[in-house]
C-alpha cells in the first residue's frame, strides 16, 4: 500500500514573557530596530466604515488580569471582505483588517481602533454576523488560543451559523463584546472559570 | 490559487494546554474542553507582508542594534531553513518574527531579572519573510541558556523564539527551535509540555556543516511546518446545521 506522508504541522511552544522583544519591539523599549510596532495601526483617514474601538483585558483563572499577553485579531473590512487572500476580491486599501497588542504592563488593558466589520459568508453561503477573530498569546498558554467577538444587538447574531452550532447556547454571550460606551466594545477574556470564554479548535 | 479548509490541527502533536509542571499553565489553560469547528473564509484568509516593509539589517541580530562599527558578542550562527505547509509545499511570504536572549543568556527586558549582564550591542529581535520557495534565512549569536522561576532550579534551554505567518490567520504559530545537542532539552517544562519525543524533535535544529560559512559563522537548519489545506474539488455541498 502507498503511504501517506503528510508532513506534521510544528507543535506550538509558549510564547513566553518577552514576546514583547520579538512582536512589539517599541513597545518594550527595543526602539532603532523597526520604525514601528507592525499592527499597531489598522485604519487611517480613508478607511471605509464605522469607527469604533475594541478594549479588554484577559484573566487567569484567579481572576488576576495577564499582563504579559500578546492579543491579535483580523478582520473583514466594512463590505465584509477580507485585505487579502479572500476570493472574492481585495479588500479596502485603507484597512489593514489586521490588529496587534500588548497589555498595557500595569493594567493588563489592551486596546484597537478599529472599523465594524462587514457579514463574511459561512462556507455554505449563508452570512455569518459581523465578528473579529481573537487571537491569544501568552507565557503559560502553550498554544495560541482562538476565539471571535460579536456585537452586542445585533440582529444577525441569533441565526449566525457558526454561533447556531454551540451545544452549549448559554456560553455564547462569552462571545458577545458590551458596548462599554458609544463605538467602544469591551470583549473580557476569561481563561478559566464560570464566565470561560469559548475558544475554538479551529 | 484557491484558499481551501485548513487541516485540522492535531492536538495530540501539540502541547497539552494544562501542563501541571509548566505551573503558569495551570491557571491559564482553558478547563471547557475547545469548541471543534471547520474554517471558513476567516480562518482561511490573513494578513500578507511585503518584502519592501523590511530594513535592511532586520534579519541580521548580530548588527541590527549594534552601534556602528561595533556588533553583538557571542557566538556568531546562521539559522535558515524554508517553512512548509503539511503537504509539503513551500509557504512563500511567510513573515518570521524571531526573539531572544543574549549569550549569557539575558533578555532585553524590563521584567527580566536575570543577573547575567546586557549586551549593548545586541537587542534580540529580528525578521524577515521566505521567499518564492519558502527559504528563510538570519544571523544572530547562540543564546545563553537561562533559569527561570517555575521550579527552584530550572533552566531553560539554548533557544530562539519563532512567531510565524503563513498565508492564513487560522495557521497563525508561535514556536521555538532548540540546538541540537543541548542535554538541558529533556529536562525542560516548557519542552516537555510536548508528550510526542517525535514532536520534540521537530523543534530542535541540527548544525549544518554544509552552510557553515568557514572562519565565520555555523549554521543550523529549521524547518517549520504550517496547517495545510484541503482540496477545495468537493467543497460546494451545503452543510447541515
Ligand atoms: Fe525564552
Redesign the pocket.
Known amino acids: 500500500m502507498q503511504k501517506l506522508t503528510p508532513l506534521k504541522e510544528s507543535p506550538s511552544q509558549t510564547a513566553?514573557p518577552?514576546v514583547h522583544i520579538g512582536c512589539v519591539p517599541n513597545f518594550c523599549g527595543i526602539t532603532g530596530v523597526y520604525d514601528q510596532d507592525l499592527g499597531s495601526t489598522m485604519v487611517n483617514d480613508q478607511t471605509k466604515g464605522e469607527r469604533i474601538t475594541v478594549t479588554g483585558t484577559v484573566f487567569d483563572g484567579t481572576g488576576t488580569p495577564l499582563k504579559d499577553a500578546l492579543v491579535e485579531i483580523w478582520q473583514a473590512d466594512t463590505d465584509g471582505i477580507y485585505k487579502t487572500g479572500d476570493p472574492r476580491g481585495a479588500g479596502d486599501p485603507n484597512f489593514t483588517g489586521w490588529g496587534r497588542a500588548a497589555g498595557d504592563y500595569d493594567t493588563g488593558i489592551w486596546t484597537f481602533e478599529t472599523i465594524k466589520p462587514g457579514a463574511v459568508p459561512f462556507p455554505d453561503g449563508r452570512m455569518m454576523a459581523p465578528h473579529i477573530a481573537f487571537w491569544i498569546v501568552a507565557r503559560g498558554i502553550n498554544i495560541g488560543l482562538q476565539t471571535r467577538i460579536y456585537f452586542p444587538n445585533d440582529p444577525m447574531v441569533a441565526n449566525d451559523p457558526w454561533l447556531t452550532r454551540i451545544e452549549h447556547q448559554n456560553r455564547v454571550q462569552t462571545l458577545i463584546a458590551k458596548e462599554a460606551s458609544p463605538a467602544t466594545f469591551q470583549f473580557d477574556i476569561h481563561l478559566q472559570g464560570p464566565d470561560e470564554t469559548i475558544f475554538f479548535d479551529v | 490559487m484557491s484558499d481551501g479548509p485548513l487541516f485540522h490541527r492535531d492536538r495530540t502533536w501539540h502541547p497539552k494546554p494544562l501542563s501541571p509542571d509548566y505551573k503558569t499553565s495551570v491557571v491559564r489553560s482553558p478547563q471547557k474542553a475547545l469548541l471543534s469547528m471547520n474554517t471558513t473564509l476567516s480562518e482561511e484568509t490573513g494578513p500578507v507582508f511585503a518584502h519592501d516593509m523590511l530594513g535592511e539589517l532586520d534579519n541580521d541580530l548580530i548588527l541590527n542594534f549594534a552601534k556602528p562599527g561595533e556588533m553583538a558578542l557571542g557566538q556568531r550562527i546562521i539559522v535558515h531553513g524554508r517553512v512548509l505547509d503539511e503537504n509539503g509545499r513551500g509557504v512563500p511570504g511567510a513573515l518570521l518574527e524571531f526573539w531572544?536572549?543574549n549569550a549569557g543568556g539575558r533578555?532585553r527586558h524590563a521584567k527580566e531579572g536575570y543577573l547575567a549582564p546586557l549586551d549593548p550591542n545586541f537587542g534580540g529581535c529580528g525578521r524577515t519573510i521566505t521567499d518564492a520557495d519558502g527559504q528563510y534565512s538570519f544571523r544572530t549569536i547562540k543564546p545563553g541558556a537561562?533559569p527561570w522561576p517555575n521550579g527552584v532550579n530550572d533552566w531553560?534551554p539554548a533557544?530562539i523564539?519563532f512567531s510565524v505567518f503563513g498565508r492564513s490567520f487560522g495557521q497563525r504559530l508561535i514556536t521555538?527551535m532548540y540546538f541540537e545537542g543541548d542535554p538541558l532539552i529533556p529536562l525542560c517544562p516548557i519542552v516537555r509540555t510536548i508528550s510526542d519525543p517525535e514532536a520534540v524533535a521537530q523543534l530542535i535544529a541540527p548544525l549544518d556543516m554544509n552552510n557553515t560559512v568557514p572562519m565565520d559563522a555555523r549554521a543550523y537548519t529549521f524547518d517549520i511546518v504550517l496547517r495545510g489545506r484541503r482540496s477545495t474539488m468537493f467543497e460546494n455541498r451545503m452543510e447541515g446545521n
Do not use: S
Open positions: 513566553g518577552y | 531572544q536572549a533578555y537561562y531553560r533557544h523564539h521555538q
